[in-house]
């Protein structure tokens, strides 16, 4: 493992040649408890203890809204927009790069989503020990406390001057050198990094699953049929969407068409979209596949707790807690609803 | 090119912020009026005509009489769209049904209340069938174009069906019951981009109930936000006043 030693006063030096060919983002805080991913400036104070970003981090890849095509209404022509802006994400923790990673495979599947992966393939990804637990997260149960890939450099805050930073990519090396005066790690820096590791996962494990998450996808196949459990979950539901549209490997989209108001060109622009909304399983004709809260409640938990296991054979949640946090009627809960779920399967054994 | 299709605004109780939107729209505006004809628009020209196909009608109806006005405006367009959030709910003119009609005819008419005529205030849709509804108060100007540009395409514009929440959740808004605010967005139709939120605001509901809202949840939620039964009511009446009671007092 190639390491690097990188000092808290050598950091703004880097961030300013970085920023010269990237758009930097770093973990800042919004408000008391509330973080985001904002562009770094000179002033910018970054939040190294940060516990959760608020937004995913999806934003980067496939933001809320973006255009696909340009057409032209009068001679029939249509050109791709793809965007390829070079960014730096610097700060992110494990459980996000592991959705990351996710999202890497699924828009690669079955076809290759060009304007997700252009933007990944410009994006650097800087990875950074978390140094404090979410209350509502719960990644440490479901095998997203490290990460042995999806980033260029790992960062771990090794005393409060000093980073062992791990080299991910050939490009995250190249960027820590151009630093002045960076040192390779010694073993027992390695080490110290190592300690705080554990230190992390430790405390992250104390709101783990309490079961190992491989048991998750039959459980869920188990309990697919249980209507009066789903139906009482979703009693409270709102269908507003928030639990899909927060979570980082949520990547469902609507397509839309708008035209100028010469009605001469128009654009053809995806807008998130989530299965939670009552509108997203309608088709033409008005029918619904999915008209009740209580089936697209079970559809989501069904998508994160199996189906997406069944394709890549990990879960579809990496444990982050934003829809926990993101649900108002608290009902938004992949660790509740798996747990409850192998409770009531073991009291019936 | 086809022959242009024309275009009347019409206004019932309202305070014609609506239109004023459509005016606000200045250069963008002259685009759009090369395909319409706008042939009655008393808010920018003083020319009126009868003979239209589409009619945009701003305002409440709040007065029997009104009812005979809109049917001639229904009868004479092809497309009947109702205006910002009194033509699509009622609006804020709503508020007058929950209070003892003497006592709202006395507080706006004094003295010559009994010149006027007065009833609770409705919707468009109460009384004759709307073929497109704009939402808002006010209306957002761009959703206006928006929409107009689907009628010139041949489609009926049709607004999201979902929360504000979906919309705050895209704008990165941090949710206001995580602020400990009183927030009708989760319960309210998206369309405006979450924008009172987005500015520092909450959502006060004006786009009317999202189709799909689950009211239980919401009491809910703002019980257990320590919201009582009384402060949402005074939020939810603002804009959600027209309800059956309307129509139905006693």
Sequence with gaps: MVAYIVYLQQIPELLHKWSSSYDVYVPTRVEEHFYEFRPWQE????????DLAYSPLKVFFMPPREDLIHFDLHNYTASPVIKKTRQLLFGVHPYDIKAINQLDQLMGMDGVDVNYQNLRDNTVIFGLEPARVAETAFWAGVDAARVDFGFD????RIS??????????????EMLKMGS???????????AARRIHLRAAARADKQGLGFTWTQVPEFMNKFYSRKLYWREKAKTCL?????N?????CYCFDIQDETDDHLKQGKRYRQWDGCMLEGFSRIAGGLNFRPNPWERYRHRYMRKGKYIFDRIGELGCVGCGRCVKACTAKIANPKVVFSEIREAIKNEA | MAVKPKVAFFDFAGCEGDQLQVANLEERLLDILAHIEVVSFREIKTEHSDDYDIAFVEGSITRPEDEKRLKEIRENAGILVALGACATIGGINCLKNFINESEYRSTVYGSSARWYSTYASRPLSAVVPVDMDIHGCPIDKNEFATAVKE?????????PDYPVCAECKMAGNICRYEQGQLCLGIVTRAGCKACCVTEGSFCWGCRGMAPEANLDAAARIMEDHGFTRLNAQDRLRLYFGCTDR????G
């Design chain 1, 43 to 50: 002033k910018t104070h970054i939040a190294w203890d940060y």
């Design chain 1, 153 to 156: 450099l790992f960062w771990t």
């Design chain 1, 181 to 191: 005066s960076i040192t390779s790690a010694t073993a027992a820096e390695k080490e």
């Design chain 2, 151 to 159: 009628l010139l395409l041949g489609k009926i514009y049709t607004p």
């Design chain 2, 246 to 249: 309307a129509f139905n007092p």
């Design chain 1, 245 to 249: 549209l927060v979570c980082p490997t």
């Design chain 1, 160 to 173: 409060p001057g000093a980073f062992l930073v791990r080299v991910g990519s050939a490009q995250g090396e």
């Design chain 1, 239 to 243: 269908s507003c969407g928030s639990c």
